[in-house]
Nanobody, 125 residues
Framework: QVQLVESGGGLVQPGGSLRLTCAAS????????IGWFRQAPGKEREGVSC????????YYADSVTGRFTISRDNAKNTVYLQMNSLKPEDTAVYYC?????WGPGGPEKYEYEYWGQGTQVTVSS
């Protein structure tokens, strides 16, 4: 069956870096776009970054542009999110999800069919 497993979260100081990993099984990355979403306490889940099915086009939310980089390793069926210059406001549970891609306003979480369990990212001194 389709499964997504995130890893790589943790506690980091402001200005630090983390790399999140999303390992996919039950399907190959040429079937679905992969998106990274995050949800902070008391807030809606928001789309952070996406990578397309075939042409490696990418999407970044304005809040992370220039700091986060999404990439894909098809041989490992894995998607990464490199997060640099982390800020306290990046603190959230980060989820990867498989879905159709994104529109002008970014990825719509309701359109994403498969989700991982999430990994906690905490940015604090």
């Amino acid at each position: 069956q389709v499964q997504l497993v995130e890893s790589g979260g943790g506690l980091v100081q402001p200005g630090g870096s983390l790399r999140l990993t999303c390992a996919a099984s039950g399907f190959t990355l040429d079937v679905y776009a992969i998106g990274w979403f995050r949800q902070a306490p008391g807030k809606e889940r928001e789309g952070v970054s996406c990578i397309s099915v075939s042409d490696d086009s990418t999407y970044y939310a304005d809040s992370v542009t220039g700091r986060f980089t999404i990439s894909r390793d098809n041989a490992k069926n894995t998607v990464y999110l490199q997060m640099n210059s982390l800020k306290p406001e990046d603190t959230a549970v980060y989820y990867c999800a498989a879905g159709p891609g994104w529109g002008p306003g970014g990825p719509e979480k309701y359109e994403y069919e498969y989700w991982g369990q999430g990994t906690q990212v905490t940015v604090s001194s």
